[in-house]
Structures are given as structure tokens and as C-alpha cells.
């Protein structure tokens, strides 16, 4: 069974407020993904500063090994007003991402990113922070955009808003979750019945979460094998088709390089380079 992992941070911040803007190690992550049979990762930036910068490291790694990772492209509503799109735009073509990631606790999110991203055809994957009253406004302005609300809206396992997003799942055909530290199981359950597998994503929130006991979840559910497929990347697969059938990527995209001819080895995530079982990607 294919296994992605829709929700995983790599890379370092340049803040010092805790481990979400400080650093994302990926290499023990990498060993704990192995282990628990996970195949391809997403990847998106710490919170930065800087996205624009966040995002050409993230790209670093992703160019390590491109057949293991996706990523999407960090913006931030306020601060990256009025370039959001030329970000993107580089992500896609220059890095070959396939999706944007906002979240609450930069910004909410905003007209410009919402319209970027359905120019681009890609998914937004934006942390409510338990504010799911804008997803009712995403998906009515916005039905041709997907939007996904992870942690089935509130990290902080906010009951109430848990509830409300299964509403605006089974309302929605553009309104996707995922399962990354989604803690009172009964809940997930019910997303899932009231919903159907084909509105959740699998995802970890690594690295600072264990892939193995969040998939964990997903085999605890007993689903059939189309259901499991579904979570489990299907899902993902579909969201970022569009993006994939255009094959933006430039001549000069990272991907088309052969990684350390083009690429200053500074970039190189050095918890990957401390792994031996990676130093040559």
C-alpha cells in the first residue's frame, strides 16, 4: 500500500519562540518514516521570517531526493501581500511544488493567496487554528479552489471546532482535512462516517510528531482496502493532479539538475548529511 504523508515540516526558522520557527530536523523523522512504511513525504517550511527564503531551502531538500518528497510553498498573508504570486510561481516552476500552505497564526488567510492558488490549479492547506467559520467563505467564494484544514481545524483539540469542520466537510466538495495530531479518536471516527474517506488526508505534522503512531490512527479505523488508499495518498494524489499535468517545471528547475553540480552543498540539510543512509542524496 502507497503511503504519503500529506503534512510534515523540514528546515530552520529564524525564530526562537519554540520549536515551530527554530527548526524541523528531518533525520530521525526520516528513520521513523521508514519504519512505519511511509513512501513519499510532503514538505513545507518552519515558520520564517521570510518565506521566499524558507522556501528555497525547503527546495534544497526537496532536490535530494525528489521521487521521496513533494512540497508546498509557505506564504504569509500580511507580509507577503502583493508577491505571493511571483512566490508561487517560482515554487511551482522553479521547484516543482505542488500546493500552498498558510496558517492562522501568521495571518488569516486572504483574497490574494486564495486567488494564486486557483490560477495555479494547486491546494491550499491552511491552519484555521480553530476559526472555521472562514472555511464556510473559502468554500462558497471559492468552489474551484481545495482547500485542506488539518488537525481537523484545532491542534489544540478544540472539541467545538473538531465538530463544525465535519459540517463543512460533508457540506463542501472542496473542503478537505487531515489527521496530523488529531488526539480523541471518536472524533476522527465520526469525520469519517460522516463524511467518507475521501475527504481525509493522512497526515504526521513531522517532524516534532511520530509518522508511526499517527498512522497508527488510520489502521486503528479497520477500513477497507479502497478506504485506506484513499487517506493514505489517494487523496493527495488528486489534489495535486492538475498541477502535475501541466509539468511547469522549467529547463532550470532544481528537479532537472543533478544535485551538487548546481547546488552550493551549504544547502543541504545536515540532519539528512549526518545519516549515512542519505549522504549521497
Not at 516552476?93 to 501568521?106: V, W
Given at each position: 500500500m502507497h503511503i504519503i504523508d500529506c503534512h510534515?515540516?523540514?528546515?530552520?526558522?529564524?525564530?526562537?519562540?519554540?520549536?515551530?520557527?527554530?527548526?524541523a530536523p528531518l533525520r530521525d523523522f526520516m528513520q521513523w518514516a521508514t519504519e512505519a512504511g511511509i513512501q513519499q513525504i510532503n514538505l513545507f517550511s518552519a515558520f520564517h521570517s521570510d518565506y521566499a527564503v524558507a522556501n528555497a531551502?525547503?527546495?534544497?531538500?526537496?532536490?535530494?531526493?525528489?521521487?521521496?518528497?513533494?512540497?508546498?510553498?509557505?506564504?504569509?498573508?500580511a507580509r507577503d501581500t502583493g508577491r505571493i504570486k511571483t512566490m508561487v510561481?517560482?515554487?511551482?516552476?522553479?521547484?516543482?511544488?505542488?500546493?500552498?500552505?498558510?496558517?492562522?497564526?501568521?495571518?488569516?488567510i486572504s483574497r490574494e493567496i486564495c486567488d494564486v492558488a486557483r490560477l495555479f490549479s494547486i491546494p491550499v492547506l491552511y491552519d484555521v487554528v480553530g476559526e472555521i467559520s472562514v472555511v464556510e467563505l473559502l468554500a462558497t467564494q471559492y468552489p474551484?479552489?481545495?482547500?485542506?484544514?488539518?488537525h481537523l481545524?484545532?491542534?489544540?483539540?478544540?472539541?467545538?471546532?473538531?465538530?463544525?469542520?465535519?459540517?463543512?466537510?460533508?457540506?463542501?466538495?472542496?473542503?478537505?482535512?487531515?489527521?496530523?495530531?488529531?488526539?480523541?479518536?471518536?472524533?476522527l471516527k465520526k469525520a469519517l462516517d460522516r463524511a467518507g474517506s475521501q475527504k481525509i488526508l493522512f497526515g504526521s505534522d513531522g517532524p516534532w510528531l511520530h509518522p508511526g503512531v499517527e498512522l497508527s490512527k488510520i489502521f486503528a479505523l479497520n477500513?477497507?482496502?479502497k478506504e485506506n488508499q484513499q487517506i493514505l495518498s489517494g487523496n493527495f494524489l488528486k489534489l495535486i493532479s492538475n498541477t502535475r499535468k501541466l509539468n511547469l517545471r522549467s529547463e532550470n528547475s532544481i528537479h532537472s539538475q543533478p544535485f551538487g553540480e548546481k547546488i552550493n552543498q551549504e544547502f543541504r540539510d545536515p540532519w539528512l548529511m549526518n545519516d549515512q543512509r542519505y549522504a549521497d542524496l
Open positions: 510534515c515540516h523540514a528546515g530552520k526558522g529564524d525564530g526562537l519562540t519554540g520549536p515551530w520557527d527554530t527548526d531551502n525547503v527546495a534544497k531538500i526537496v532536490a535530494q531526493n525528489p521521487e521521496k518528497f513533494y512540497g508546498f510553498a509557505f506564504v504569509h498573508a510561481g517560482k515554487a511551482i516552476n522553479d521547484y516543482g511544488f505542488c500546493g500552498i500552505k498558510a496558517h492562522r497564526y501568521d495571518a488569516r474551484d479552489v481545495n482547500f485542506i484544514i488539518p481545524g484545532s491542534f489544540s483539540d478544540d472539541w467545538r471546532s473538531q465538530n463544525g469542520l465535519i459540517d463543512f466537510l460533508v457540506r463542501y466538495k472542496n473542503i478537505y482535512t487531515d489527521t496530523s495530531g488529531v488526539r480523541r479518536f471518536d472524533i477500513l477497507s482496502e
